[in-house]
């Protein structure tokens, strides 16, 4: 996993859930990380199914400024069918 921004962060993180849910935990950081801020086993975030939505709810990692906490950030689309040929 990388996060972009002035500081990059690049990590290695397991993926628990189900198809309503899924957590992000941190294992480990991959090399060239400059930061240091996160133990394994920490929850980094928890993505969750809500309707069409999907509720990003903040843990570890959180957004630039921001806190802990949730708030939609994703919304399901519908697919437009291929066009034939």
């Given at each position: 996993m990388q996060v972009g921004g002035e500081h990059p962060i690049?990590?290695?993180a397991t993926v628990e859930g189900d198809?309503?849910?899924?957590?992000?935990?941190?294992?480990?950081?991959?090399?060239g990380n400059a930061h240091n801020?996160?133990?394994a086993?920490?929850?980094?975030?928890t993505l969750r199914m809500q309707?069409?939505?999907v509720l990003t709810i903040?843990?570890?990692?959180?957004?630039i400024g921001g806190t802990p906490?949730?708030?939609v950030y994703f919304t399901r689309q519908q697919e437009?069918?291929?066009e034939q040929e």
């Open positions: 690049r990590l290695l198809a309503d849910e899924i957590t992000l935990i941190f294992m480990n950081n991959l090399p801020m996160f133990h086993g920490d929850v980094l975030l309707g069409n939505d903040w843990d570890a990692l959180r957004p906490g949730e708030c437009e069918p291929a």
